[in-house]
């Protein structure tokens, strides 16, 4: 009886992991980003005057019913497991620099010339870059793990526009509404201040149960839109099973933490 009662739980196991379309970057196709215009650079101390280097890395969350934001290799409104694409007209997902032709990617300076993500000296392995001035909605219907709960994410500024492009690096603000109604928005940030790099932001917020649209505005910090390499990494929303299962890696989110690690 032991026994039975044993590989019982082994077979529930499997199934609670196999359950429902989990987002992996593995099942986004060929990385048809490359080494960008201004390949990426890991680096034993982040440099804010050097475009492109990073110090840690944001590893994909494998955990199961995690779904990321993407553009292109999604689906919608039910996801693949590459992840969510935008329910939206696409000439709405970049104010300059577009048609977008990738996930995991920023803006660059057009189609040939993206990059990989890199904000505040961290590396997002998953994630959406554009530019403002940009609206993106996602249909949140089509979870096919349960409906989403919360939804994550680190926003600011490429590091390919840092520091001396523009002055500071471009400036956005990010503003998240479900079913047309605000839940957060973060200050403008830019990619430099005064010389010293501008840490990625942490946006975390719990989504309504029969929540139906995410939209994510991008506006331009006030100051018109040159420059603006606007990026979210790590973006995903996350079901009940999702949150079930503690994340194997995962930044600190205070912004003190990360403040004094500059």
């Known amino acids: 009886m032991k026994r039975l009662n044993f590989f019982l739980l082994i077979f529930a196991f499997f199934l609670f992991v196999m359950t429902g379309v989990d987002a992996g970057i593995k099942d986004c196709g060929k990385d048809e980003v490359g080494d960008g215009a201004k390949p990426i650079k890991e680096v034993n101390k982040e440099d804010p005057g050097k475009q492109n280097d990073y110090d840690k890395v944001q590893e994909e969350d494998e955990r199961p019913g ?26 709405s997902w970049t104010g300059w620099g577009g048609p977008l032709n990738c996930d995991n990617c920023t803006i660059g300076e057009g189609p040939p010339t993206r990059n990989k993500i890199v904000i505040g000296g961290i590396y997002f392995v998953r994630g959406i870059g554009t530019h403002g001035l940009a609206t993106i909605e996602y249909d949140l219907t089509g979870s096919p793990a349960g409906p989403y709960v919360k939804f994550e994410a680190w926003v600011g500024m490429s590091d390919e526009k840092d520091p001396a492009e523009c002055g500071h690096g471009g400036s956005s603000d990010f503003m998240f509404n479900i079913n047309g109604k605000q839940v957060h928005k973060t200050d403008v940030l830019k ?16 989504i309504p149960a029969n929540a139906k649209k995410l939209e994510v505005i991008i506006g331009d910090g006030g100051d018109g839109i040159g420059c603006d390499h606007s990026a979210l990494g790590d973006a995903k929303l996350l079901t009940k099973q999702s949150l079930a299962v503690k994340p194997v890696s995962k930044l600190p989110t205070k912004w003190g933490v990360l403040k004094n690690s500059y």
């Open 191 to 206: 990619g430099t201040d005064n010389g010293k790099q501008v840490p990625a932001e942490h946006v975390e917020f719990d």
């Open 66 to 91: 995690v779904t990321y934001l993407t553009f292109i290799k999604g689906k919608t409104p039910k996801p693949n497991k590459c992840g969510l694409n935008p329910s939206n007209d696409e000439a």
